[in-house]
T-cell receptor, first 114, second 114 residues
Framework: EAEVAQSPRYKITEKSQAVAFWCDPI?????LYWYRQILGQGPELLVQ????????DSQLPKDRFSAERLKGVDSTLKIQPAELGDSAMYLC????????????FGQGTRLTVV | GDSVTQMEGPVTLSEEAFLTINCTYT??????LFWYVQYPGEGLQLLLK?????DKGSNKGFEATYRKETTSFHLEKGSVQVSDSAVYFC?????????????FGSGTQLTVLP
């Protein structure tokens, strides 16, 4: 069964360091999402790609966060510099083209900033 | 703006009890509606979905009916099991500009006791 792959599963980094997360969506899925989930809350969208283009990054803190999906396949989310408040689960999801299709989520990357 | 309101938890039930988790949403038009489940330390898994009014989504004994009159999508299960203990998220697929995104509620923590 096809899955969304994310790495690493866990990451501990020091405040002010750079950190990066990687996501490989289900093959053929044009839409890719990055969500942030703070403990005890629901996921919040950070950025959405359609193929290689960003279609929504309105909630991405652009002073420190960046995201790319250069060839329209896998994607990288970067934080530089990391802050204590960035500690959260970072979830990647993908979906196929279509107006009513569901998104499939990866296992997530648990980030702890110390 | 578009949003989703989910019954607050935590909810604690005994095994074989009846479960209802309420979900209402505000959105333009008639979005597809989803319930996702999240087990500790894991990503989100699609539980069920409904794409148009009066549709009933079902999976693993869980059901939810798309009620456009009340803009609701309540989750039900007739007899819960210990293995159903998890966090449940209601998520309409809402249009945002040219994009369509899952918008999550705060989640409802369910604990089922033997």
């Amino acid at each position: 069964e096809a899955e969304v792959a994310q790495s690493p599963r866990y990451k501990i980094t020091e405040k002010s360091q750079a950190v990066a997360f990687w996501c490989d969506p289900i093959s053929g899925h044009a839409t890719l999402y990055w969500y942030r989930q703070i403990l005890g809350q629901g996921p919040e969208l950070l950025v959405q790609f359609q193929d290689e283009s960003v279609v929504d990054d309105s909630q991405l803190p652009k002073d420190r966060f960046s995201a790319e999906r250069l060839k329209g396949v896998d994607s990288t989310l970067k934080i530089q510099p990391a802050e204590l408040g960035d500690s959260a689960m970072y979830l990647c999801a993908s979906s196929s083209r279509g107006m009513r299709t569901e998104a499939f989520f990866g296992q997530g990357t648990r980030l702890t900033v110390v | 703006g578009d949003s989703v309101t989910q019954m607050e938890g935590p909810v604690t039930l005994s095994e074989e009890a009846f479960l209802t988790i309420n979900c209402t949403y505000t959105a333009t038009g008639y979005p597809s509606l989803f319930w996702y489940v999240q087990y500790p330390g894991e990503g989100l898994q699609l539980l069920l979905k409904a794409t148009k009014a009066d549709d009933k989504g079902s999976n693993k004994g869980f059901e939810a009916t798309y009620r456009k009159e009340t803009t609701s999508f309540h989750l039900e299960k007739g007899s819960v099991q210990v293995s159903d203990s998890a966090v449940y998220f209601c998520a309409p697929l809402i249009s945002s500009g040219s994009a369509r995104q899952l918008t999550f509620g705060s989640g409802t923590q369910l604990t089922v006791l033997p």
